[in-house]
Structures are given as C-alpha cells and as structure tokens.
C-alpha cells in the first residue's frame, strides 16, 4: 500500500517537473536612447549568423520565425534595412540527480525489517539559449537584445520546429520594449 502511494507521488513529481521544462524565460536588454517606431524594415545580417553554431536546417528554421514575428509586427524585409538581426544559439547538457529516499521506520539503530529503500534517479536534458540581436543598420550599434532559455525536447522534425517557433515566439513577443516615460 505504502509502495503504491510514495510511487504515485514520484509520478506526479515527475510529471510536474517534466511540464514545467516546457516553458521559455524570456529576457531583453534594450537601448533606451532608440526610437524603435522608426525601424520599418529589416535584414539578416549574415556574417553573425554565420558564426552561430547550429547546423544549418536548424538556422534557417529559427530565421523562418524570426522573419514571421518581424512581418506579423509590421516589417518589411528589404535591401536596405532600418535593423539588421543576428542570432547567437547554444546548448548543453544538464544531469539531474535525484535521491528518493524513503521508507525506514522501526527499532532504531542497527539492522531495520521496515527499511523500503534508497533509489537515485538520473536524467538528462539539453537546455538550449537563443539569443536574437536587432542591430541598427546605420549606426552598426546593437538597439535590442532578446534572450530565451528552456528546454529543447525531442528530436523529431516536428517537435524540433515547433519548440523553435515557440523560443522565437516569446522573445519577439517582448519586442519592441514598452519605454515607460
């Protein structure tokens, strides 16, 4: 009985942790001297992202939802661009070590018939960081940068692309800054 209770408490533990990965922290640094209602138009500067070390099928879906955002806001992709933006992508791998101990009750020291035992788990997940840099065109000056962190789950084609849709997704959402005057 005592087993069936403390493993349903470890699933629902572990559910909870495994949801709560899904998420992106978000966060943006901006230039507070920059009026971002004259950026109309926009580029892919290629010589930052050509140093972002991401194979390329991952490159060209993560600038596909930047060009989205950018056209959903009101941009307009040009030859001669208002912002330029770059990208800088990362990844590593995390180990999780957990010690679920449990169980040990009875006579005290030494030998114990009611000991149920001492189980480590270990998993593994790659946390990734995107980093998106909107780069004034004439002035060559970084005006805004956006930073997302989570967890990229899965290797399938399709979770790849919709785990990148939803980074680029919440760090364009915080662009352009709310300047509060």
Known sequence: MKKTIITS?????????????????????YDKQVNFDSYKTFAFYKPGIDKAEINDLDKRRILRAIENELVAKGFTKSENPDLL?????SSREKIDIYNNY???????????PYYYGNYNNVSTSTEGSLYIDLIDAKKK?????????????????????ERINEFVSKIMAVYPPQVKK
């Open 9 to 29: 408490i470890l699933a629902m533990i572990i559910m909870a942790t495994v949801t709560s990965c899904s998420s992106v922290q978000v966060v943006a640094d």
């Open 85 to 89: 933006v770059s990208i800088i992508a």
């Open 102 to 112: 449990y169980g040990g009750y009875g006579a005290g020291w030494g030998w114990n």
């Open 141 to 161: 000056e970084l005006v805004w940068q956006g930073q997302g962190v989570g967890y990229l789950n899965g290797s399938k084609m399709e979770q790849k692309e």
